[in-house]
């Protein structure tokens, strides 16, 4: 008997400071090359995806109180149920009424940003800084999730912010598969109009870099392939993956059963045995 279809959610972020610009542009684009890619496996999911862009949406900065996302407020604690957190105390911004909702609901991301001094917007750093409740909860860890970002310049700092970006995504649990880094774009055509032109404000000039689209169906596709394969293999797994792996990698930690920091008795005498010279014969 056929299985049911499994359900994707991909969730594109643009942390550009103007509405529906560049970097909105290629997030968008990916999106649509993982679209393509849900339609050629319809037998087995449904696929479906979100773009939001940050340019004109209200995010209180963080306030750095970290305790308050931790499992018992960062104390060490006993068994393996995790005691609940207090969660971020922002209650009423985009992030937390909105955004933070959608993230915990997503398989897999493209996050966006323009380049600024070879890294990323100060907007995407706002975003960043507040994703820090939801990876205390579990709700990041071993999702996909890959970079976009635009310069005005075909060497304007792109690959340092990717690798920024990239660092993000590492950092908060989720699996880096930006391939070449991730999508590196120029906001302007090669023959198009300079930034001090009057249709500046208004040009998406990555519509003319096909280097750039190129990239963005590369990472759609990819962050869409990664997150299908993660959804059925938990769906294969069953108990196996809610009793054997991780949720979080992040300390502080309870008593697993199962011991995962640990490895087997007979490994460890092994490695704490181990040497690069032969032992001497008696």
């Given at each position: ?39 050629k ?12 862009d ?8 963080c ?13 060490p ?9 207090k ?29 600024y ?34 310069g005005?310049?075909?060497f ?39 930034p ?84 001497a014969?008696?």
């Amino acid at each position: 008997m056929a299985k049911e279809k499994v359900k994707i959610k991909l969730l594109g972020i643009s942390a550009g400071h103007r509405k529906k610009m560049n970097t909105y542009y290629l997030v968008l684009l990916a999106l649509k090359a993982a679209e393509k890619f849900g339609r050629k496996v319809a037998d087995v999911c449904d696929l479906e995806t979100e773009i939001v862009d940050l340019a004109d949406k209200h995010i209180e900065p963080c306030r750095n109180c970290e305790w308050n996302h931790m499992p018992g407020g960062g104390l060490p604690y006993e068994g393996t149920d995790r005691p609940k957190a207090k969660g971020c105390p922002i209650k009423n911004d985009y992030m937390a009424t909105e955004l933070i909702p959608k993230m915990k609901e997503a398989d897999g991301f493209i996050l966006g940003s323009p380049t600024y001094t070879w890294s990323y917007s100060s907007r995407f750093r706002l975003f960043t800084e507040r994703v820090s409740p939801i990876l205390w909860g579990g709700y990041l860890t071993g999702k996909p999730a890959a970079g976009v970002t635009v310069g005005e310049m075909p060497f304007g700092g792109q690959e340092t912010c990717l690798n920024h970006i990239n660092t993000i995504i590492t950092a908060s649990e989720m699996v880096c598969v930006s391939w070449y880094a991730g999508v590196t774009g120029v906001s302007g055509p090669p023959n198009g109009p300079l930034p001090w032109d009057k249709d500046y404000s208004t040009r998406v000039g990555a519509k003319g870099d096909r280097f750039a689209q190129w990239l963005a169906i590369y990472n759609g596709r990819r962050v869409a392939e990664y997150a299908l394969m993660l959804k059925m293999a938990k769906r294969e797994l069953g108990p196996i993956w809610e009793r054997e792996f991780i949720k979080i990698y992040h300390p502080p930690r309870g008593d697993e059963s199962w011991g995962w920091r640990r490895l087997d008795p007979e490994d460890e005498k092994e490695m704490l045995e181990f040497s690069p010279r032969p032992k001497a014969k008696k």
